[in-house]
DNA sequence: ATGAAAGCGCTAACAC
DNA sequence: GTGTTAGCGCTTTCAT
């Protein structure tokens, strides 16, 4: 285990100055006028020792530390890890790492991790905030940190933010059932006061009101075991079995819907239409395959850290923010084919 | 924008010197016998003013980052990301943060991304190898770094490693279609020669063997985009009319292999009883319920982070390894019930 | 019981 | 063109 060789190591051994080893590696021989000769001899020395600066150093002395944190939801949510797939290798090509962090949706536990960060000197933040962060995430920007918002936004702070059109997603939806023949549709989610939440609601209920239905809203509880998501919506839709179609909230609680609706043995679309809100694999090969509002994953994330690394490289102002909203793609499939009766 | 605080600028605001801050705020302030009264003023001044550790600095000092490197094959598959999440949420307990990468079993990808991480100062590592990595491996060993492979292991370097009993599992699944009266039994799977992959090809191969049945192999090349696992699955499903079962070597290529049959109108499992390894949520909810050969996955990131967790507090040597195979779960669904003909 | 000071490895302003 | 040097913020030995 050999000791590690610092600038210093190869300074001495070439008979020259840390510096002139510095400016050659950082790429600022050139503009030092450095000469050839010394550069490829430096450069030769350091290859065939091995020589690997401490980043760790480099961060102190510079205040940069090239990492983006990441903080999503939950990183074994199909969506967030997609996400995150895509950042990580944007930034990876534009010499940035990814830490990151599965907030939970839990305030405090968010607090306490953009402390974390902040202390290791993170660069910059792509977050997909949980309620009340607004004055962490305005701290942040107020220390000339860049932050990127993503799959919701925080209504009382002015940040950059990438979203998918949510209530035109469900909008479209059930609007699409309405059509389609369906009377009683209800909308089943997560009980969530956060924004993308609300709008999914909203796109519901505006449509059903455009079409002079009946609303039936069921909102479950979040929990980290399954069978606490699927039973209360057995439940529900045990006591409304007027229902002739349903859309689900999120590919979680579609997921869990799939399976009550499963141990209901109600038919697809026969008893029961379906529709649910992010598209995924399981909504794809599920007999029947299930319609679904898919969110544009690739571009979401394209969209997310454009905007962080203009920021990063300075190209636009910290302060000037840029909201997008993506529209999303209604995936139709027979889950929600036209009601026959 | 206010200048952040440094260990000096409380000292100094506090008439006392930098050491005895740092003594306090390390918890040395009993064993250093500073006084009480002091102690209590340091810390309420801290509190106060809102100071925050360089961390970055604290880690040049210590040569410890805290900081936990995970790289696995690619974040977006649901089975790494699962266990992407447990180990999370056991390194934050332990005061890690992580880091991660996706290798996409890309050996020099990986060999850059360990470069990557040793410049960074990364405490441990977990890794889930691709092939050819031995060297870069034992070299961070030899640097008196702990590094835990997972889901695979490196047949000629001697680590620690958590897996599951691939040769088992796959196994098992092939002799139960075998006893429920299944002649023409396939295997499909990722043309890959790594070891946990050869395994789960040799307990088929062995189970195939033992039944006096006849083997089919088809190896797929993986791709990132799915139309090209799926294409060669259907080719080899029609060229191959007479099998009655197919065994899927991975969750992805389950996935895809389902849509595959799904094209070919094929009835599962009347016309192909299927098993796949890994289960995950598309197996469960699948028209029929496809039966799977379930990672432990909860134990896996146990084990894993246990074991990395010992050597970085020096419980145990960093020499000294451990191999834990893991025994698979059969989650037997109707995809495989027992052949009515 | 408390403080002075030497570095960890690197960058960059300044001097020659 | 190249070298000297002063930090970045922290820990820790040694002195008092």
Do not use: W
Request: glycine fraction near 4%; hydrophobic fraction near 40%; charged fraction near 20%.
């Amino acid at each position: 285990m050999k000791k590690r060789l610092s600038i210093a190591d190869i300074a001495e051994a070439l008979n020259i100055s840390k510096t002139s080893v510095s400016f050659i590696l950082n790429g600022q021989a050139e503009e030092k006028r450095i000469s050839k000769k010394l550069v490829d001899k430096v450069v030769q020395y350091v290859e065939e020792v091995g020589y690997k600066p401490n980043l760790l150093a480099k961060s102190l002395r510079t205040g940069k530390s090239n990492t983006i944190a990441l903080m999503v939801e939950d990183i074994s949510n199909p969506f967030f890890a997609s996400i995150a797939r895509l950042i990580e290798d944007r930034a990876y090509q534009n010499g940035y790492r990814i830490t990151y962090c599965s907030t939970d949706n839990d305030t405090a536990k968010t607090k306490d991790m953009i402390g974390i960060f902040q202390d290791r000197h993170v660069d910059g933040y792509i977050i997909a905030p949980p309620e009340g962060i607004e004055d962490d995430i305005l701290s942040l920007q107020k220390n000339n940190l860049p932050v990127v918002l993503f799959d919701r936004y925080l209504q009382h702070a002015d940040t950059d933010y990438v979203i998918t059109d949510n209530k035109a997603g469900t909008h479209q939806a059930t609007n699409m059932l309405a059509k389609n023949g369906y009377k009683k549709i209800a909308f089943i989610t997560f009980a969530n006061p956060q924004v993308q939440m609300r709008d999914r609601l909203q796109g519901y209920l505006d449509a059903i009101k455009q079409n002079n239905l009946e609303h039936f809203v069921a909102e479950v509880l979040f929990s980290r075991n399954d069978q606490d998501i699927t039973k209360p919506i057995l439940d529900f839709l045990n006591q409304h079995k007027q229902l002739d179609a349903v859309v689900f909230g999120t590919n979680h609680v579609g997921a869990c819907g799939l399976k009550a609706i499963q141990q209901l043995g109600l038919k697809v679309p026969d008893d029961l239409a379906v529709i649910s809100f992010d598209d995924y694999d399981v909504f794809q090969l599920h007999s029947p395959p299930v319609t679904a509002i898919a969110q544009p994953i690739q571009q979401i994330a394209n969209q997310v850290i454009n905007l962080l690394l203009n920021k990063l490289n300075g190209a636009t102002d910290i302060l000037q923010t840029q909201q997008i909203v993506i529209p999303g793609q209604l995936h139709i499939r027979s889950s929600s084919a036209a009601k026959i009766s």
